[in-house]
């Protein structure tokens, strides 16, 4: 009883001071005091900024004096001078935390940073001796929003199988955090910046790469999901042009050589989504996606693709060491993580349960980052494209051993060479023999 009737002596003091008062400010902030509770907490309809003024001290307070009211008074102008800016930077920031949050949803951000790598490894090794660290960034950044521009317009396409997923149904569109207009803006919008970041800082052919591959998965991968099972092939495709979009953004061509690599992408992914396939197909049945393990029962065809696309890659390594692309140490290592991953597949073929389906699925995570980081450490840049983009070298591959020559053109640019017999049929770098390791490669030349 004592507080209410407090309270109410105290607002009628402000009251009666703001309507004497030449600042209008002080009657908004002083009508404010009479919402009060009867055991002294503050009316939950008051905003913070208000609240910050009031006392909710359950013990007594005297009633307080003109010039505590003056006070008061004061420290509410200055408060409502800055309350509109910190609003506002407070609004910003949560407007810009959830608008960046949903376009690396969209964008499934962790994929797009994969294929970005992989457009990377392409890049670096088709670069030869010397790799431009700018057109790297510019390759990748490229390729990044083109990736996320692809991704972008999966998820518009499928918003409503989306929905019917325990898996996807929380995404932006499907949850309704960002709408559809706003969703194919950013995809338009990323998609054209990157393609035309690629034609001016690369060269068209990357760019036209991308724009292919983005057009492949967003307009056919996608519909095709929920048409026929070999989506999955063509989704293999896809993502095995990133590291061809890199080679050329690098070279400016596309050759056999770089061609080992997007072949690795391509049968490593059918293993990787058949395993996943296998882990979701219920949820997959859910969506309406006609995925290869639905037809498949007992998952013994599903296992059995998955078991052979592991074997199709057991000869890459050699492939990449007889081609010169990488040093004979990355034919043993790339034998035995695929022989691992085999492992695990034919593991699965035997026993197709569940665990085994998550064991070849982590297996897939492994094998390629180790094979892409073996690719890039064991490769040999001293190949006839790279010395061929660059004339002040001098390189000759003779089939018989001859002396030591030099430029005669240039005396500060003296080219030293160590030649040896050359196989006929491994044309792209010299190699000897020396024992006990007839595999190791032997530099063509020396840089002064």
Known sequence: MWRNSATVSFSSKLLSYSSSSANPNYFHYASAFSIFSPNGVVDQALSPSHQRFYCSSAVPSPSPSSGSVIKLGFLANKSDAYLPLSLKARDAVQLARHYGRCYWELSKARLSMLVVATSGTGYVLGSGNAVDLAGLCYTCAGTMMVAASA??????????????????????????????????????????????????KANMLAAGLAASNLVLYAFVYTPLKQIHPVNTWVGAVVGAIPPLLGWAAASGQISLNGLILPAALYFWQIPHFMALAYLCRDDYAAGGYRMFSLADASGRRTAAVAFRNCLYLIPLGFIAYDWGVASGWFCVESSVITLAISAAAFSFYRDRTTQKARRMFHASLLYLPVFMSGLLFHRLSDNPQCLAENPNRIIELPSFPEAVTESEEDDQKKKVRYVTAVPQRRAPVAYASIAPFPFLPVPSYVDQ
Not at 156 to 165: G, Y
Not at 184 to 197: K, N, R
């Open 151 to 200: 991704n972008s317009l999966n998820q518009v396409f499928e918003i409503n199988n989306d929905a019917k997923m325990k898996r996807t149904r929380l995404r932006p569109l499907p949850s309704g955090r960002i709408a559809i207009p706003h969703a194919v803006t950013w995809a338009s919008s990323v998609g054209f910046a990157g393609t035309a970041l690629l034609a001016c």
